[in-house]
């Protein structure tokens, strides 16, 4: 694990929170000076620890109303360049290379079932691809990529 301190967590709850708020808000609720925040937010992301900041998207308020969890079977040889194909599809949020029953976890958002139907289909026509298992997610009890730290 990278060398991270209470101050660099300190600072990832501030930015988990919102991102966008400044440097100087970030220091006065950590309790330590502005070029401290700059300092250490630079050495997580050169460390890694910090990816890149995205907004947090309401898809159905875009339009996407279906989120779907895919299972997917495959020839165990074929798993990487089928995992790498999906991860290309637009609509794809997340693809898990996992173990037990399913070799691949997809999570992808749709505008309706038709498109979810073209999905499911050109998943199932990938070469390698045994079999896949469809699940529709009824309620968003949880959706985030937050941990409390």
Known sequence: MARIDEVDIAILKELQEDARKSLKEIAEKVGVAEGTVYNRINKMKSLGVIKKFIPVI?????????????????????????????????????????????DILVVAKFENREKLNEFVKRILGMRSVKRTYTMLVLNVVKESHIIEL
């Open 58 to 102: 309401d898809y159905p308020k875009l339009g996407y109303e279906i989120t779907a969890i895919l299972g997917i079977t495959a020839e165990g040889g074929q798993i990487v360049e089928i995992e790498k194909e999906i991860a290309k599809e637009k609509n794809v949020t997340a693809v898990y290379d996992v173990t037990g029953e399913f």
